[in-house]
């Protein structure tokens, strides 16, 4: 029990308290939220489909790379979304979806959100069950933690990753950035190519701390599109 509530809370925690502190009070970030998980469901299916490819599963760095490629495609196309239904929103009840300066970085938020949820529910759901019972699982590629804890770390810091992509994305879209889509790219390429090395000896020692400095990277690219925001018009 003690493991799977704590690998629960190690995953979920943050999200649960994210939503609820964050999103449940405002109907239009729920909506968001769902419309993101949905997304980020569609492009798992459709990256789901090239497994059926022969001989592709033995080329992981190609795989991860179509994936990451499909995911972008789908949070372009939320985007795209999103505006399509704030102007209809606009131009037929004469009224914003979303008020004030921060309208588009809740939006983005909630949609991070939404995609890191669903991540964390596919990535994570069924090992997470398998941590019920008596016993553990080490690999030796990381022998100082269990499978089952690594494994929650990991969904977690891509639930962090999730959020700071989904603002940095809508920012970069929103201003027509090159600079910010790249750095989007970059980062999302990084943090799951890193993944395909989970396997290589001693693997969590290299592996964890550089998604865990992806995810401060994200985090101080995100702060600063926050103080942009926060001085805009001032």
Not at 20 to 33: E, T
Not at 63 to 71: A, E, K, M, R, T
Not at 140 to 165: M, R
């Amino acid at each position: 029990y003690l493991a799977l509530i704590g690998n629960a809370l190690i995953v979920f925690g943050p999200i649960v308290s994210i939503f609820n502190f964050y999103l449940c009070n405002i109907p239009q970030l729920v909506i968001v939220f769902v419309a993101a998980a949905f997304f980020y469901l569609l492009s798992t299916c459709l990256t789901s489909a090239f497994y059926f490819i022969p001989g592709i599963v033995n080329l992981p760095y190609l795989l991860v790379s179509i994936g990451v490629s499909i995911q972008e495609i789908f949070r372009f196309a939320l985007f795209l979304a999103y505006l399509f239904t704030e102007r209809g929103y606009e131009r037929n009840l004469k009224v914003k979806l979303l008020y004030g300066k921060f309208a588009w970085l809740h939006a983005s938020v909630a949609a991070g959100l939404g995609f890191a949820t669903c991540h964390a529910l596919l990535l994570n759901g069924n090992v997470l069950s398998q941590s019920y019972g008596p016993g553990t699982l080490y690999l030796p590629n990381c022998p100082t933690i269990t499978y089952f804890t690594h494994h929650s770390i990991t969904t977690l810091l891509f639930v962090l990753l999730n959020i700071s992509w989904m603002i940095i994305g809508f920012q970069g879209y929103i201003k027509k950035s090159v600079l910010r889509i790249i750095s989007l790219l970059v980062l999302h390429f990084a943090a799951s190519l890193i993944t395909v090395l989970n396997n290589k000896k001693d693997s969590c020692l290299y592996v964890l701390p550089t998604l865990a400095s992806l995810v401060v990277i994200g985090a101080i690219i995100s702060t600063v599109e926050l103080i942009i925001i926060c001085n805009k018009d001032e």
